[in-house]
T-cell receptor, first 113, second 111 residues
Framework: KAGVTQTPRYLIKTRGQQVTLSCSPI?????VSWYQQTPGQGLQFLFE???????NKGNFPGRFSGRQFSNSRSEMNVSTLELGDSALYLC????????????FGSGTRLTVV | GQQLNQSPQSMFIQEGEDVSMNCTSS?????WLWYKQDPGEGPVLLIA?????ELTSNGRLTAQFGITRKDSFLNISASIPSDVGIYFC???????????FGTGTRLTIIP
């Protein structure tokens, strides 16, 4: 079965712009989580969505937002991009009730210049 | 943001050697997970642990859930070239999808 699909794989944006990243979870998975990975801070939890509702949120500024659609696909948006937002953004999906069933996508590499 | 303390930070070993790494936390977790990440890819789950003291194997990999629930260990026996990568531990609270990741251990195999 198809894995978690993230698009695009690579993105270059300019400071001040905004960006939208997309994540298609594994079929049947209703929970989608987003993580930011940087060399300095490692893997940090951004937020988690379940049935179109945000259930958990990490310690990121309000410039980082997300949403989930009725088909469980999710998007995250970063507004007013800063150089420090350059990172690998990872999406993970899991089936209901099985947190350890997390499957990660290959990520979107965002570079802010 | 919070990261779990993982050691060693990097390891340089020869093929065939055994590897040990550990992860510690200041708070307890109900689940410990171990992931491996290859360059340009997302982390892949290796082993999941659910009970304090639990010892679980997956092929040449063995992991343990510390009895204090604040630590976990991963051992790799008879390393092979495809074991190269970065290994992460992650802790998870009950009923919470959020994972708190360790700082990672980079494994390199010397020819």
């Amino acid at each position: 079965k198809a894995g978690v699909t993230q698009t695009p794989r690579y993105l270059i944006k300019t400071r001040g712009q905004q960006v939208t990243l997309s994540c298609s979870p594994i079929s049947g998975h209703r929970s989608v989580s987003w993580y930011q990975q940087t060399p300095g801070q490692g893997l940090q939890f951004l937020f988690e969505y379940f049935s179109e509702t945000q259930r958990n949120k990490g310690n990121f500024p309000g410039r980082f937002s997300g949403r989930q659609f009725s088909n469980s696909r999710s998007e995250m948006n970063v507004s007013t991009l800063e150089l420090g937002d350059s990172a690998l953004y990872l999406c993970a999906s899991s089936p209901p009730g099985e947190g350890d069933g997390y499957t990660f996508g290959s990520g979107t590499r965002l570079t802010v210049v | 943001g919070q990261q779990l303390n993982q050691s060693p930070q990097s390891m340089f070993i020869q093929e065939g050697e055994d590897v040990s790494m550990n992860c510690t936390s200041s708070s307890i977790f109900n689940t410990w997970l171990w992931y491996k990440q290859d360059p340009g890819e997302g982390p892949v789950l290796l082993i999941a642990l659910y009970k304090a003291g639990e010892l679980t194997s997956n092929g040449r990999l063995t992991a343990q859930f510390g009895i204090t629930r604040k630590d976990s260990f991963l051992n790799i026996s008879a390393s092979i070239p495809s074991d190269v990568g970065i290994y992460f531990c992650a802790g998870q609270d009950f009923g919470n999808e959020k994972l708190t990741f360790g700082t990672g251990t980079r494994l390199t195999i010397i020819p």
